[in-house]
């Protein structure tokens, strides 16, 4: 049964920053692209950033974009998201998930192009 598992999150001030991790267990990660997602209380589901699986093309919301970086390390079978400059508006559960595309150049943060998901990882950014 493929995993995926975020671990990174918690309580952090804004203007700090935080890494989330998202390992992979009993499948390859190399083999898809891999998104992020976010849920605030209250709000649906957003998709933030995403890494193709080929080339290292990426994609941001504009939300996001300048502050976050999304990044994959396929040796250690591990995709990672760096948040820096964070935000009250941040907080929300972080998810991440693996998708496939015909162009495996490129991604986008359709959410039905992704195959599995993670159980998330909580982030609260308090003043």
């Known amino acids: 049964q493929w995993q995926l598992a975020e671990s990174g999150g918690g309580l952090m001030q804004p203007g700090g920053s935080l890494r989330l991790s998202c390992a992979a267990s009993?499948?390859?990660?190399?083999?898809?692209?891999i998104g992020w997602f976010r849920q605030a209380p209250g709000k649906d589901r957003e998709g933030i950033s995403c890494?193709?699986?080929?080339?290292?093309?990426?994609y941001y919301a504009d939300s996001v974009k300048g502050r976050f970086t999304i990044s994959r390390d396929n040796a250690k079978n591990t995709a990672y998201l760096q948040m820096n400059s964070l935000k009250p508006d941040d907080t929300a559960v972080y998810y991440c998930a693996v998708g496939t595309f015909g162009d495996t150049s490129r991604c986008d943060v359709t959410e039905y192009e992704y195959v599995a998901w993670g159980q998330g990882a909580q982030v609260t950014v308090y003043s």
């Open positions: 009993r499948f390859t990660l190399d083999d898809y692209a």
């Open positions: 890494i193709s699986r080929r080339d290292g093309n990426t």
